[in-house]
T-cell receptor, first 114, second 112 residues
C-alpha cells in the first residue's frame, strides 16, 4: 500500500523568503502526486499535480514541485512567500487500479511572519 | 457552477443519535469520496464510489454507511454516533480514473 510522509508538522518563514515543503512517498510503481492547500475553515484546493513527463511541475499561486524518483520525493517550493500563503499544505499520492484513491500526508502548517 | 456542496456545515449530536451528511456535485464527475480530517492525521478515506451504482470501503469505514443516490449525490450516514466520530468530514469528486479531486467546504461534526 502507498504512504506519504510530510516530515515537517509546522514551518515558519518570513514574508518574501523562499519556501520548501517536503514530501516523501512510498509506492512500488510510478505514483500520481498532488499538492493541496487548505486555508482555515475551508476545503482543499489543488495546487499542482504530477502524472508523468517533466519532473518539474508548475502550479497555481506561483508554486512548483519537483518529482525525484531516486529520492521518492515530491517537494513543494515557492521563491517568495506572501502572507496569504499561510495555510496547511497536504501532499497526496494516487495509485492502483481503483482510480483516484488518494493517500494523504499528515500536513504541514505554514506560518508567515511579516 | 457550485462545484461540490455539503450540508450541513455544522452539527452537534449526542452519543447514539444518527444522522446523514449530504454531498452533491455538478461537474458530471463519475467518482465521489468521503474523508474525515482529524488533527495531525491528514485526511483519511472513509468510503468512495468509483462510479454510479458502486461503493467501496476506504481506510476507516467502521461506523459509517454510504449511498450513491445518483451520479450527483453521495451521502454518508452515521447510524449510532460515537465521540470518536467527532471530526471534520469532506466530500470530494473526480473524473473516473487517476484524476484530481475537487473538495467541498466540509461538515464539522461534534458528538457529545
Amino acid at each position: 500500500a502507498q504512504s506519504v510522509t510530510q516530515p515537517d508538522i509546522h514551518i515558519t518563514v518570513s514574508e518574501g523568503a523562499s519556501l520548501e515543503l517536503r514530501c516523501n512517498y512510498s509506492y512500488g510503481a510510478t505514483p500520481y502526486l498532488f499538492w493541496y492547500v487548505q486555508s482555515p475553515g475551508q476545503g482543499l484546493q489543488l495546487l499542482l499535480k504530477y502524472f508523468s513527463g517533466d519532473t518539474l511541475v508548475q502550479g497555481i499561486k506561483g508554486f512548483e514541485a519537483e518529482f525525484k524518483r531516486s529520492q521518492s520525493s515530491f517537494n513543494l517550493r515557492k521563491p517568495s512567500v506572501h502572507w496569504s500563503d499561510a495555510a496547511e499544505y497536504f501532499c497526496a499520492v494516487g495509485a492502483g487500479t481503483s482510480g483516484s484513491r488518494l493517500t494523504f500526508g499528515e500536513g504541514t502548517q505554514l506560518t508567515v511572519n511579516p | 457552477n457550485a462545484g461540490v456542496t455539503q450540508t450541513p456545515k455544522f452539527q452537534v449530536l449526542k452519543t447514539g443519535q444518527s444522522m446523514t451528511l449530504q454531498c452533491a456535485q455538478d461537474m458530471n464527475h463519475n467518482s465521489m469520496y468521503w474523508y474525515r480530517q482529524d488533527p495531525g492525521m491528514g485526511l483519511r478515506l472513509i468510503y468512495y464510489s468509483a462510479s454510479e451504482g458502486t461503493t467501496d470501503k476506504g481506510e476507516v469505514p467502521n461506523g459509517y454507511n454510504v449511498s450513491r443516490l445518483n451520479k450527483r449525490e453521495f451521502s454518508l450516514r452515521l447510524e449510532s454516533a460515537a465521540p470518536s466520530q467527532t471530526s471534520v468530514y469532506f466530500c470530494a469528486s473526480s473524473r473516473q480514473g487517476i484524476a484530481e479531486q475537487f473538495f467541498g467546504p466540509g461538515t464539522r461534526l461534534t458528538v457529545l
